[in-house]
């Protein structure tokens, strides 16, 4: 299962994430995003637990708790839609870089 984690402080570390959900069970990967252009953290991250119950555990058990000095928001993640998979973001408009007509 695909767990989205909001609100992590900027210098947690992925192994320190990795050890918080790795205490309800089996970790198979833990990614905290990044800013493309400086490196820091965006304050969120995807852990991926492959059994679903000790994923919905660790929900319960980290959502609203502090690591770190900040109150994690633990849940599980959506889907990319369709316009995101297409580098619309959002779903806003595309921004295209074609030619203009005039």
């Excluded at 402080?9 to 790795?22: H, P, R, Y």
């Excluded at 252009?37 to 969120?44: L, N």
Aim: no cysteine.
């Amino acid at each position: 299962m695909n767990i989205y984690v909001g609100s992590i402080a900027s210098d947690l570390t992925e192994e320190e994430l990795k050890e918080a959900f790795e205490a309800f069970g089996k970790t198979s990967s833990v990614k905290i995003i990044k800013d493309r252009y400086t490196g820091e953290s965006r304050g969120f991250a995807f852990v991926e637990m492959p059994e679903e119950a000790e994923a919905k555990a660790a929900m319960a058990g980290l959502n609203g708790k502090e690591l770190k000095g900040k109150t994690l928001a633990v849940n599980e993640a959506r889907p990319r839609t369709d316009d995101f998979k297409k580098g619309r973001g959002r779903g806003g408009p595309s921004r295209g870089g074609g030619r203009s007509e005039w």
